[in-house]
């Protein structure tokens, strides 16, 4: 019944590695988005997503990339992690755009040894 | 620049007291506004937004804020605390657009 889900909830890699975090919402929403919270709790946005457009926030790295299977879906994709990389990624979801209210899954919180 | 200031990083009150979050903004219009809560472990929950209207807001678990357009505040308050409040707590800004911004949280410990 989570209303959005993603999924490792943990992940530890090697610097270099490749990995992926999924994320799914069952609310029929059309806009998903992804946060990175630091280790100081500050949220930024790193990309929006719906049906029409992706919006990327233009100081995250191209290392990261989502990816939509389709409206239900948007996973995160990061290739050759660094160090700085580690944080909690947050998924969220709204019914349409940041004025609607957003919808957030739990994290995952990433360490990059 | 613009931006949504959180100006207490961390406060402490007692259970029961009442409770008061600073958030303002520089934006030239008025933005849309909105407080989301963080439990330790969790996403964020919305707790209250405003758009237009009464400047008084109410929102879930007994908060409530207050849009004060002289001052550029949107501060929240809680009559009394509960244990349960003890979170990291964000206000939000919302211009046009894609221009939607989390300030840097406020952590509320809440003390027996």
């Known amino acids: 019944d989570t209303a959005v889900s993603q999924t490792p909830k943990y992940l530890v890699t090697q610097m270099g590695n490749d990995k992926s975090i999924k994320c799914e919402q069952n609310?029929?929403?059309?806009?998903m988005y992804w946060y990175k919270q630091d280790s100081k709790k500050f949220l930024k946005i790193m990309f929006s997503?719906?049906?029409?457009?992706?919006?990327i926030n233009e100081t995250v790295p191209n290392r990261f990339s989502p990816k939509s299977p389709d409206k239900a879906h948007l996973n995160l994709h990061i290739n050759s992690l660094e160090l700085g990389d580690s944080a909690v990624y947050f998924c969220a979801s709204s019914l349409e755009g940041w004025s609607e209210k957003l919808f957030f899954g739990s994290g995952t919180q990433l360490s990059v040894l | 620049a613009q931006s949504v200031t959180q100006p207490d990083i961390h406060i402490t009150v007692s259970e029961g007291a009442s409770l008061e979050l600073r958030c303002n903004y520089s934006?030239?219009?008025?933005?849309?506004l909105f407080w989301y809560v963080q439990s330790p472990g969790q996403g964020l929950q919305l707790l209250l937004k405003y758009f237009s209207g009464d400047t008084l807001v109410q929102g879930i678990k007994g908060f409530e804020a207050e849009f004060k357009r002289s001052q550029s505040s949107f501060n929240l308050r809680k009559p009394s605390v509960h244990w349960s409040d003890a979170a990291e707590y964000f206000c939000a800004v919302g211009i046009t657009g894609n221009q939607f911004y989390f300030g840097t949280g406020t952590s509320l410990t809440v003390i027996p």
């Open positions: 934006y030239g219009a008025t933005p849309y």
């Open positions: 609310l029929g929403h059309d806009t």
């Open positions: 997503y719906n049906n029409k457009e992706l919006i």
